[in-house]
T-cell receptor, first 120, second 113 residues
């Protein structure tokens, strides 16, 4: 597709359930990011992939959060044993440039529309 | 802690007026300062960006002013239109790495006719 695609757009989970959120980045984009956006807040960095390698997972809030990008394209963010504080919009973004080309740091991030997770 | 501080959190401007959003940062390693625009139900989209080697960048009705010594930058929207009503995020990223972008809290702009 032309843009970053995320699914599902909306997910309601009961506390304690596991959820999986999918991201299809723009074809050919090397970098993929996951961000968490709480209501009324700016996006907060969760994790970064360059191709299939997860180079930074410093923003993952707990070990209940896990992300993968096994073939360097589609990525999945998994949240185990969801808690109410996990309720947020999860945004995926991709960028053409990777680490080697990022010295000038001019890569634009292309965001998907997000997956809104509500934990009851 | 908030690495990029943004104000105001909400702003109401009349059509044709100037909208001004201010941001400040502490980390001198930041070297790229984008602004993103987000409409309800959509993801953020890059609006305009600046690097610290220039003091101003203008694209159409949108201008970024950058004060490196004060570690502050601002977005000016000239001739604001109702279609500009959205949430605006200032952001910053560091040199020498991938484009990990740190966002401000956002400013919800409403342009009234």
């Amino acid at each position: 597709g032309a843009g970053v695609s995320q699914s599902p757009r909306y997910k309601v989970a009961k506390r304690g359930q596991d959820v999986a959120l999918r991201c299809d980045p723009i074809s050919g984009h090397v970098s993929l990011f996951w961000y968490q956006q709480a209501l009324g807040q700016g996006p907060e960095f969760l994790t970064y992939f360059q191709n299939e390698a997860q180079l930074d997972k410093s923003g993952l809030p707990s070990d209940r959060f896990f992300a993968e990008r096994p073939e360097g394209s589609v990525s999945t963010l998994k949240i185990q044993r969801t808690q109410q504080e996990d309720s947020a919009v999860y945004l995926c973004a991709s960028s053409l440039q990777g680490l080697r080309l990022a010295v000038r740091n001019t890569g634009e991030l292309f965001f998907g529309e997000g997956s809104r997770l509500t934990v009851l | 802690q908030q690495q990029v501080k943004q104000s105001p959190q909400s702003l109401i401007v009349q059509k044709g007026g100037i909208s001004i959003i201010n941001c400040a940062y502490e980390n001198t390693a930041f070297d790229y300062f984008p602004w993103y625009q987000q409409f309800p139900g959509k993801g953020p989209a890059l609006l305009i960006a600046i690097r610290p080697d220039v003091s101003e960048k203008k694209e159409g009705r949108f201008t970024i002013s950058f004060n490196k010594s004060a570690k502050q930058f601002s977005l000016h929207i000239m001739d604001s239109q109702p279609g500009d009503s959205a949430t605006y995020f200032c952001a910053a990223s560091k040199r020498g790495g991938y484009q990990k972008v740190t966002f401000g809290i956002g400013t919800k702009l409403q342009v009234i006719p």
